[in-house]
């Protein structure tokens, strides 16, 4: 009997280890902040605890002034941060600890100067990082991967590869990542293309030609693809030119497509805003905020006439890409008469839930919304964010944050309880 039970304590003892290790594991990925959407892509953050009001002198755990110019969101692993800038005429690589201490800086190829205007920057792409590698991408072209350690491991230089830069403003979309390799989207009036390159080496896996026939500006996109599962295979989103396609991670293959999205042919509908998906159907704002259109994934070739769950004309948004958590939809519109004002609506229908407007302001919105422990996080231009109450059955303003800053162009990013916050020349993390 004496065995039997010192047997029993030795199981009980291994389980209970067992859901420590378990546990931890899950809280050091919940931490994580691998790209720009976030761990799902699509603006929901995991974790609790987040900070409802803060201010220059309340909850903030550090603060820390950056060199050069940038608006790329932040990656996080682990303990680490990575951002970019552009300073001195050089494209930088910056990673900071969780402390808020620099641990290194690396410059990777000579910078291009944003357009000019507060939002204009050489380094407007956020990083992507799996862990052990950090993929950064520059208006100027240069392509790269650093061990998390600050190491080089290769670059090249997609302009001069495959043709230079057409678009009319700043480059915009960030990289993400496949299991074995690094997704860009290159989107303008000229060859347009996805193409895959190896995380160990930067050879290029493969390259798919997007050529929609979209007109004129129409056939620029500023929008970050979506890496989601169908299945049993990764899938690659992307927004611009008029379509909705869906490629094969494996191999680039366009596996459907959704056209329709510009009828009359308008020469300026440019994409900024990005798609979200969530439960195996895409969200799609586009027409400069004009038409939002859910996209039911799967099928082949052009499933425009047999996909389309719903469209809405009364929401969109311009820049700030839709978020999507709990079978909710979040829009932060950001034009015209509009401007500030957030809707939620239910996913499979289209219908809405709630709608509000904030606060009038001089200033709109160019961070995305993020949602987090049942809220909803909307960053204005000039690094005020509001906190709505995102599970409630009508609009619900929480709080408003403001920090001693003028220009925020970059999406908070959420680490188990903790918001990281960049802008133009500082780096915040809030906390309770």
Known sequence: MKSIRLKLMRVSAACLLLLIVTTFSDEVRSGDWPGWRGPHGNGSADGSGYPVEWSAKKNIVWKVELPGLGASTPAVAGDLIFLTTTSEGKN????????????????????????????????????????????????????????????????TNLQQRFGE?????????????????????????????????????????????????????????????????????????????????????SDGRELWRVGGLNPTQHRYFRSIAGPAVADGIVIAPYARGESLTAIKMGGSGDVTGSRILWEKKETSADVPTPAIADGRVYICRDVKDD???????????????????????????????????????????????????????????????TLDDDHTVSTPVFLDGRILLRSSRYMYLIGS
């Open 165 to 249: 830069d057409t678009l009319w403003w700043d480059l915009g979309t960030s990289p993400v990542l496949i299991e074995n390799a690094v997704v860009i989207a290159c989107m303008h009036s000229g060859p347009s293309y996805v193409a895959a390159f190896a995380k160990d080496d930067g050879r290029m896996l493969w390259k798919h030609d997007r050529e929609l026939g979209a007109p004129e500006e129409a056939a620029q996109s500023y929008s970050t693809p979506v890496v989601v599962r169908d299945g049993d295979q990764e899938v690659i989103v992307v927004l611009g030119a008029d379509h909705v396609t869906a490629h094969a991670a």
């Open 92 to 155: 930088q690589v910056l990673c900071y600890d969780i402390g808020g201490k620099l641990r290194w800086s690396k410059e990777i190829g000579s910078a291009v100067d944003g357009k000019p205007g507060k939002d204009g920057t050489g380094a407007n792409p956020s990083v992507a990082t799996d862990g052990e590698n950090v993929f950064v991408y520059f208006k100027s072209g240069d392509l790269g991967c650093f061990s998390i350690s600050g190491d080089l491991k290769w670059q």
């Open 339 to 401: 401007r500030g004002t957030i809707d939620c609506l239910d996913l499979l229908t289209g219908s809405t839930i709630w709608s509000g407007k904030l606060e009038e302001h001089r200033t709109t919105y160019r961070s995305s919304p993020v949602v987090a422990d049942g809220k909803v996080y909307v960053t204005r231009q000039d690094g005020v964010v509001f906190v709505l109450d995102a599970r409630g059955s009508e609009f619900k303003v929480l709080s408003k944050n």
